[in-house]
């Protein structure tokens, strides 16, 4: 099997786990509470509210555009990887659903947003890191982040939020704060997610063995190097200064 199989492989297979991560946040301790959310089903229900469209025929509505936007900003590779979601994430929900032993975890308010936010945080993470979405209302963060380089989960908040204040109007002014809660659980876990394993460092390296320390970073790490004309305090040396930009995780390698 060559590296790039494989890859397409470890790729379908995080996908699914997210999926079924999401989907078990929802059924665990969303739908069994009736705590509201954003995203497509928010609006969804806002719509309902004032035209009486059916919930499922808006939400269907909004995923179909959303995801021909996707298409068209984000790529065939997106739009396949969604799909792929599109398919996988009801089947989880379903499977969740008609499990007692999911839907009846905790009786607690508080303690079902803050797991859902877990949750869903966590399982969006791992399908947005894969460059893939669930659908709906993840696409419009992820083309922003493309076009303007606004992380997506400042922008899935900002929409979360909004549609969670448009539905004070009609619903428990409780259930909005317990949903603004998970919003911000969630949004919070999505950005340690996706940032997760990609905290870099700046190094420069001062030494009159430049030469060689300037090709073990190319060879051995893999990583572009940049020389900087510099001269030193003291004895006026002229020699360049290595820089390069590694992960955390390679700082001891690059050490040694």
Known sequence: MNNKLFKKIIEIIIIVIGNAILAFGICGFI?????????????????KQITGIPLSLVVYAINIIMFIIGYFYLGKA??????????????????????????????????????????????LGLVLRLGASTGGMDIPPLVINKKMGIPVSVSMYVFDFIILLMQVFYTDKEMV?????????Y?????????????????????????????????????????????SGHMKNEYPVVMTVVSNRELPKLND
């Open 187 to 231: 949004t919070l876990v999505l950005d340690k997610v996706l940032v997760f394993g990609k905290a870099q460092t700046e190094v420069m390296i001062v030494s009159k063995e430049y030469e060689k320390i300037n090709n073990v970073i190319i060879q051995e790490l893999d990583r572009g190097t940049t020389m900087l004309k510099s001269i």
């Open 177 to 185: 704060l317990y949903g603004i809660v998970l919003v911000a659980t």
């Open 31 to 47: 739908t069994p509470h009736g705590i509201i959310v954003g995203g497509a089903s928010g609006i969804g229900l806002i719509v």
């Open 78 to 123: 997106f739009a396949a990887k969604t799909l792929l979601s599109t398919l996988i994430f009801p089947t989880f929900l379903t499977f969740f659903e008609n499990m007692p032993s999911v839907t009846h975890l905790t009786s607690d308010l508080l303690l079902s947003s803050v797991y859902a936010g877990i949750f869903v945080g966590g399982g």
